[in-house]
């Protein structure tokens, strides 16, 4: 299983950008997937998850500017960021809670895609 991150780059504070995250290989369902990110010298947090029923959670401090959005048909999940502030600033990761043609579980991540806020 891969997961394909895109969609990060340069953008003005108060600018918004759309991250797209693509799951592929032998999928046999996605429980949930999810960003997460790591502000440069930082820990890894919570961006925002989302449910093969479409329920979903966000970190607080991202709560009214992001929203997550999904096609489980696709297997890919979209990041909407808006009202970007500087401190958006970090690697935007991607994971999904996999089910493989084998019965076997995994918390799959993608490579990453840097989003820098500044003007």
């Known amino acids: 299983v891969q997961l394909q991150a895109s969609g990060g780059g340069l953008v003005q504070p108060g600018g918004s950008l759309r991250l797209s995250c693509a799951a592929s290989?032998?999928?046999?369902?996605?429980?949930?997937m999810g960003w997460y990110r790591q502000p440069p010298g930082k820990q890894r947090e919570l961006v925002a998850t989302?449910?093969?029923?479409?329920?979903?959670d966000y970190g607080d401090s991202v709560k009214g500017r992001f929203t997550i959005s999904g096609d489980m048909s696709k297997n890919t999940v979209y990041l909407q960021m808006s009202s970007l502030k500087p401190e958006d600033t970090a690697v935007y990761y991607c994971?999904?809670?996999?089910?493989?043609?084998?019965?076997?579980?995994?918390?799959?991540w993608g490579q990453g895609t840097l989003v820098t806020v500044s003007s």
């Open positions: 994971n999904a809670d996999i089910v493989d043609y084998s019965g076997y579980r995994t918390l799959d």
């Open positions: 290989g032998r999928i046999f369902t996605i429980h949930h």
């Open positions: 989302i449910t093969s029923s479409g329920s979903t």
